[in-house]
């Protein structure tokens, strides 16, 4: 996956506790790993996604935790609930899982990008 990959690229430069960041915008989400002022020097590739609610927001989040919640889910789509880049980021298999309390759910809490 792209947090994985991102992840190596932190462990290959000696940064494994820096997180990587999510960019979500109108239709794309990007993720690349956080390596403070050389971060404008990597590339990612942007992966579309269907985008609801106002503005573009991004995240960091550490690597390890993220892809252990992506991978409890077993369905192919995930709707990422973001309320802002500071708040934790609820993870659901249904668009709808907010208000279906049966719905399994995984809540990841953001880290700060120091520079």
Do not use: W
Request: hydrophobic share 40%; net charge neutral; no cysteine.
């Amino acid at each position: 996956t792209q947090i994985q990959r991102g992840a190596a690229v932190l462990a290959a430069k000696g940064h494994k506790a820096q997180p990587v960041t999510l960019a979500v915008d109108t239709d794309t989400v990007r993720v690349a790993p956080y390596l403070g002022r050389e971060a404008q020097q990597v590339r990612t590739r942007e992966m579309p996604a269907t985008i609801t609610g106002d503005g573009a927001v991004t995240i960091a989040v550490n690597p390890q935790f993220f892809t252990d919640a992506v991978e409890s889910f077993r369905g192919d789509t995930l709707t990422l609930h973001i309320r802002a880049s500071g708040k934790p980021v609820l993870i659901t298999d249904t668009p709808d899982g907010l208000s279906d309390h049966s719905e399994f759910r995984h809540l990841v809490m953001p880290q700060r990008l120091s520079s």
